[in-house]
């Protein structure tokens, strides 16, 4: 379907009704290009860590993790996450 001719999505007030929406609506109809991808967490954090850096770099980090809308400890635990992952 023609991009410009996408319906833009309802606005939800509840669980219930964005459940009710999804089993009843054709989602081929709408414009999904506002969703943005999700990171779930499941996994339990049991330890705490305490570090110190430089004031330039926080802010940077802090920059970044709102650009993507997270908190920014997360964005520093990705970051972690995936240097050890290599």
Same mark, same amino acid.
């Given at each position: 379907?023609?991009? *410009?001719?996408?319906?833009?999505? /309802?606005?939800?007030?509840? *669980?219930?009704?964005?459940? &009710?929406?999804? *089993? %009843?609506?054709?989602?081929?109809?709408? *414009?999904?290009?506002?969703? !943005? /991808?999700? #990171?779930? =967490?499941?996994?339990?954090?049991?330890? #705490?860590?305490?570090?110190?850096? /430089?004031?330039?770099? $926080?802010? &940077?980090? !802090?920059?970044?993790?709102?650009?993507?809308? +997270? /908190?920014? %400890?997360? $964005? +520093?635990? =990705?970051? $972690?996450? #995936? %240097?050890? &992952? !290599?």
């Amino acid at each position: 379907m023609n991009k *410009d001719k996408l319906k833009k999505l /309802p606005v939800l007030k509840s *669980d219930e009704e964005a459940e &009710a929406f999804v *089993d %009843t609506a054709d989602l081929s109809e709408y *414009d999904l290009s506002v969703f !943005k /991808p999700v #990171q779930f =967490e499941f996994e339990k954090k049991s330890a #705490q860590l305490n570090m110190r850096l /430089p004031e330039a770099l $926080l802010a &940077a980090v !802090k920059e970044k993790a709102k650009e993507r809308g +997270i /908190p920014y %400890t997360r $964005l +520093i635990r =990705e970051a $972690l996450e #995936q %240097t050890v &992952a !290599k």
